[in-house]
């Protein structure tokens, strides 16, 4: 009896564990009047734009470091106009920001994916890319591993940009400011589509991009404490030794990425003269 009473607790607790978070205990929807859902009992959270409004939700929790994952089905046929941001983000004037940016395109032309990191306030970091899939027929994984050395933007596991600490040589790197996670589906047809040459076609509204399957294994910070420092220290040393803490792209990663901005990669700021007439920010000539 006392083994049978055993085999059901132990079966019990592995059941609490697996239960995954749902939609309505990690993020608030934060405006849209209506437009953003969370549906199939918080497994699927939805966004949409039509003529009136966007919409968007965020994170009910902030993190310091972590590798945050989620799924993204974009707007699917003719989204020119439209931008669904993905990003992480502090606030305040000297905020630090970590962002995705999908770009819509007309019907039958791949979208833009657009990247970017703001240290204290300071932008002008931006990568893009053309998908080598159609991101509309299918959920694929974006992630960012952000830990005190990297923050590397991921595509289905597959590396696209790694964004270095290079503090010691004078470049700010984001490491002391806790972000949130946002989302958001706007109208950006002044912009976003041909430098904002192609506009939106609201006959096709209401546009709808989808999400499943977040995961951020990550420091949550509360209260000017990080979860990962020990309860007796103010430096964040990581729970347990988590394995993105000091992870970083070994040789097939790196050759990976580098096919990626080989074949995919439509824009680097280093590589923009007329932007930079002065001369390519510094970080350009270390990496």
Same mark, same amino acid.
């Given at each position: 009896?006392?083994?049978?009473?055993?085999?059901?607790?132990?079966?019990?607790?592995? #059941?609490?564990?697996? =239960?995954?978070?749902?939609?309505?205990?990690?993020?608030?929807?934060?405006?849209?009047?209506?437009?953003?859902?969370?549906? @199939?009992?918080?497994?699927?959270?939805?966004?949409?734009?039509?003529?009136?409004?966007?919409? +968007?939700?965020?994170? $009910?929790?902030?993190?310091?470091?972590?590798?945050?994952?989620?799924?993204?089905?974009?707007?699917?046929?003719?989204?020119?106009?439209?931008?669904?941001?993905?990003?992480?983000?502090?606030?305040?004037?000297?905020?630090?920001?970590?962002?995705?940016?999908?770009? +819509? @395109?007309?019907?039958?032309?791949?979208?833009?994916?657009?990247?970017?990191?703001?240290?204290?306030?300071?932008?002008?970091?931006?990568?893009?890319?053309?998908?080598?899939?159609?991101?509309?027929?299918?959920?694929?994984?974006?992630? =960012?591993?952000?830990?005190?050395?990297?923050?590397?933007? #991921?595509?289905? +596991?597959?590396?696209?940009?790694?964004?270095?600490?290079?503090?010691?040589?004078?470049?700010?790197?984001?490491?002391?400011?806790?972000?949130?996670?946002?989302?958001?589906?706007?109208?950006?047809?002044?912009?976003?589509?041909?430098?904002?040459?192609? $506009?939106?076609?609201?006959? @096709?509204?209401?546009?709808?991009?989808?999400?499943? @399957?977040?995961?951020?294994?990550? &420091? =949550?910070? !509360?209260?000017?404490?990080?979860? &990962?420092?020990?309860?007796?220290?103010? !430096?964040? =040393?990581?729970?347990?030794?988590?394995?993105?803490?000091?992870?970083?792209?070994?040789?097939?990663? /790196?050759?990976?990425?580098?096919?990626? /901005?080989?074949?995919? #990669?439509?824009?680097?700021?280093?590589?923009?003269? $007329?932007?930079?007439? /002065?001369?390519?920010?510094?970080?350009?000539?270390?990496?």
């Amino acid at each position: 009896m006392a083994s049978l009473i055993h085999l059901l607790l132990c079966s019990s607790l592995a #059941m609490t564990m697996a =239960v995954a978070a749902t939609f309505y205990q990690d993020f608030d929807l934060t405006w849209g009047d209506g437009r953003a859902k969370i549906l @199939n009992n918080g497994q699927l959270l939805t966004l949409s734009l039509d003529r009136t409004s966007g919409s +968007g939700f965020q994170s $009910k929790k902030e993190f310091l470091f972590g590798k945050i994952d989620m799924q993204l089905k974009l707007v699917p046929g003719n989204s020119a106009g439209t931008v669904t941001a993905y990003y992480l983000s502090s606030q305040g004037p000297t905020h630090d920001e970590i962002d995705f940016e999908f770009l +819509g @395109n007309l019907t039958g032309d791949p979208y833009t994916l657009h990247t970017n990191v703001y240290t204290q306030g300071k932008g002008n970091r931006e990568m893009q890319f053309k998908l080598w899939f159609d991101p509309t027929k299918d959920f694929h994984a974006y992630s =960012v591993l952000w830990n005190p050395r990297h923050v590397i933007f #991921m595509v289905d +596991g597959t590396p696209i940009r790694d964004f270095k600490n290079l503090e010691s040589r004078g470049i700010p790197f984001p490491k002391n400011q806790p972000m949130r996670i946002y989302s958001s589906l706007w109208n950006a047809d002044d912009w976003a589509t041909r430098g904002g040459l192609v $506009k939106t076609n609201w006959n @096709n509204a209401p546009f709808t991009a989808s999400y499943r @399957n977040f995961n951020a294994d990550a &420091c =949550v910070w !509360s209260s000017g404490i990080s979860s &990962c420092a020990p309860r007796n220290s103010s !430096s964040a =040393v990581p729970a347990a030794a988590r394995g993105w803490w000091s992870q970083e792209l070994d040789t097939p990663s /790196q050759d990976r990425m580098r096919w990626v /901005q080989k074949n995919y #990669m439509i824009y680097h700021y280093c590589t923009d003269l $007329k932007r930079f007439p /002065q001369g390519f920010p510094p970080e350009c000539s270390m990496t």
